[in-house]
């Protein structure tokens, strides 16, 4: 199982970014995408995911409204749209995923992270 997130960078407040996550070695449709980051001088923390039927679960409050996630199952691609951005929003964003179809609380496998700055 491979995971591979990119697309981060530096943005200013209230842009917008496109993290993706590339995928390989599992039956990518059948399993649960989430989002996670890890802030300078921070804990992981759970951002949110998306399940086999597309419903999405928000482990943060603090994107609800700005962030969303997709999936492609034909590209085996899952995708973050960051939108608003903040500066608080400043982390390494990791994709990873479990064998279930349902978002959970814990995941075995986790992909290297992209580094979004937001900052003017």
């Known amino acids: 199982v491979q995971l591979q997130a990119s697309g981060g960078g530096m943005v200013q407040p209230g842009g917008s970014l496109r993290l993706s996550c590339a995928t390989s070695?599992?039956?990518?449709?059948?399993?649960?995408i989430a989002w996670f980051r890890q802030a300078p001088g921070k804990g992981r923390e759970g951002v949110l995911c998306?399940?086999?039927?597309?419903?999405?679960?928000y482990y943060s409050n603090s994107v609800r409204g700005r962030f969303t996630v997709s999936r492609d199952n034909v590209k085996n691609m899952a995708y973050l749209q960051m939108n608003t951005l903040k500066p608080e929003d400043t982390a390494d964003y990791f994709c990873?995923?479990?064998?279930?179809?349902?978002?959970?609380?814990?995941?075995?496998?986790w992909g290297q992270g992209t580094q979004v700055t937001v900052s003017s």
């Open positions: 990873a995923t479990t064998d279930s179809s349902w978002c959970k609380d814990e995941y075995l496998w």
């Open positions: 998306i399940d086999s039927s597309d419903r999405i679960t």
């Open positions: 070695g599992f039956t990518f449709d059948y399993y649960a």
